[in-house]
Structures are given as C-alpha cells and as structure tokens.
C-alpha cells in the first residue's frame, strides 16, 4: 500500500511543530476524513479479492463430502418448517445428527411435542433444554401481555424495493426498530446457539445447523449472514475444541432460499411438513392461527411452491 502510507505521512502533522492547537485539530479531522474514505476502498478491494477465489473442484467437493460422512452435527430443533429441513439436510450429511430444542417460556408447548415427533420419525438423539428466557421479557412470544401482530408480508425486508443492504452490517443504521417485529425474542439465536456449542463439544461434533434465512424472513438481526459469521469466529475462539483445532461450523443450508425453496429442498429430502408446526400463537392442539408472521409466510411458501399445504389452521377446525 504505498500510496496509502505516503499520503498518509502527508497527513501526520507531528504535534511537536504544531503550537497552534487549532492546526492540531485540523490535522486530526483531516486524518479522521482521509480513513472515512479510504474505507469504501479497502471493502471493495476485500470484496474483489474474495470474487476471485477460485470455486472447489468435483474433487473438492467430493473429498468434503466424504470427511462429512465421517463428521458428527447438532441441529436447532423448534418444530416448525425451517428447522425440520435442516434436519433432514445434515441427516444427509454427516455421521450422527443430535437435535436440540429449548423449552424457554415460549407462548405454546405445541411446537415442542412436534419436535418430539419429528425426532422420533428422523430416528435421531433428541435433547430438550429448559431456559427461561420469558423472565427477560420484551417479546410477544414470552410474554402473554404483549399482542403477537398479524403478519403482512409486504413489510418483510425481502420484500423492499431494494434490498440490497438488508444484510449488509455495515447499513445496520438502516433497520427501522419499529419494523421489527415484537415477535424477535431478545438475544434469543445467541442463546440457542451458545446451547448448541456446548452440546457439540460434548457429543464431538464440527457442525451446528440452524435454520435461518434472510429472504422470507420478519427482519431479525440475529437471522443475518454476518451474525452467523461472527458467531461462529467466536466459538472457535471461546471453546476448548475451537482452540485445540477441532474447528466447529455454523452451517444455515436456507440462508439464502425462499420459503418456497425450502419446501422444495425439504420434499426431496423426505420431510413430512405435516408434523411440522410454525405458528406463534398455536392452540393446545397445535392448531395454528393462520394470520401470524410465521404463518403468512408459510402458507406463502407452500402457494409458490405449488405445493398443498398440510399445515392444520383454527379457521378450517371451527
């Protein structure tokens, strides 16, 4: 970077010659305004940089599949249509695939006897964890005094005129609090996923799968790659396996597919979305409201699919 160094030292006005503390100062704003432009151009040399890596081989990708073959995984289990299909999706994977769900204080229970159910069909381990997150508050699906709103899929962020930052961390100034919903639990996939790491330490696993999108999504900032990829720089540093070169994986096979999409993978994969329960607001018969963010964009999903929807409603039991 040979420009960057002389035009900086172009910049670095020594204090020693400046008694004048005005000059100091605009020295310093200058410094502060030449990094604030040089930022865009670093990204852009980063992002070009990372274009140009070459993509894996036939080989490549058949060695990879054969060292997951031989790899073990934990999969966050909710019950609902995403966390099934990257169920079935490591199940095809790797070696041994633990599920794990979390009994949190959540509105229902529906969706945990459905992951019962999902894990006993998918003949894997199944570990139920009690946390208490309702104590916290702060969300409509831990506390009964809040109203789950109804969904509206025009306020998705996937459904912006553009939508290019959504994901971007850098634009985080752009996310509108009051467009996320009080559905978003605080810190709830942090939670749920540092659960996850502990449970893949002892059962010896590399991967965690957990399914997150940022297309047909209600706008959570914990559902975002850059979260994902964060996460996972942190638990190869903050565990005994990441430190001693058992690398652990965070792996979201639905990141960037829509509900439709994921119908599609999971029906290839055998899933019965029947068993599958997405609905905040289900009764004790799992019987789902119909009119939630989850099940606006469900019963989406399974319409551009062009598939039937199994899901059972309220409206069509009365």
Not at 173 to 195: C, E, G, H, M, W
Not at 305 to 310: E, I, K, M, R
Request: glycine share 6%.
């Amino acid at each position: 970077m040979p420009i960057f160094i002389a035009t900086y030292a172009q910049l670095n006005i020594s204090s020693k010659l400046c008694n004048n503390a005005t000059l100091v100062k605009t020295a310093i704003s200058q410094k502060l305004k030449f990094f604030k432009f040089l930022k865009p151009t670093i990204d852009n040399t980063m992002t070009q940089i990372t274009a140009q890596t070459s993509s894996p081989s036939p080989k490549d990708n058949a060695d990879l599949a054969a060292l997951h073959k031989s790899q073990n995984a934990v999969v966050l289990l909710s019950g609902g249509l995403d966390s099934v299909t990257c169920l079935y999706w490591a199940k095809a994977r790797y070696a041994s695939v633990t599920a794990v769900s979390f009994n949190y204080g959540q509105r229902h229970n529906s969706e945990l006897v459905a992951a019962k159910t999902i894990a006993k069909t998918a003949n894997v381990n199944h570990r139920i964890i009690d946390i208490d997150i309702a104590q916290l508050g702060g969300s409509s699906l831990t506390d009964h005094s809040m109203t789950v709103p109804d969904g509206d899929t025009n306020k998705f962020p996937s459904n912006d005129s553009d939508g290019s930052d959504v994901n971007n961390i850098d634009n985080v100034d752009n996310f509108d609090n009051n467009a996320i919903p009080n559905t978003y639990v605080p810190a709830r996939n942090t939670i749920f996923l540092s659960y996850a790491l502990a449970v893949a330490e002892v059962t010896d696993a590399n991967h965690i799968v957990i399914g997150v999108s940022s297309v047909d999504y209600s706008g959570y900032p914990d559902c975002r790659p850059e979260y994902i990829a964060a996460f996972e720089h942190m638990a190869n540093l903050a565990t005994k396996a990441g430190v001693t070169g058992h690398h652990l994986s965070i792996q979201t096979p639905l990141q960037h597919l829509s509900k439709a999409k994921t119908i599609e993978l999971g029906l290839t994969l055998g899933v019965d979305y029947g068993q599958t329960i997405s609905c905040y607001q289900a009764d004790a018969n799992g019987l789902a409201c119909g009119i939630c963010d989850s099940c606006v964009l469900r019963r989406q999903g399974f319409a551009q699919a062009g598939v039937a929807d199994p899901t059972r409603y309220q409206s069509n039991e009365s």
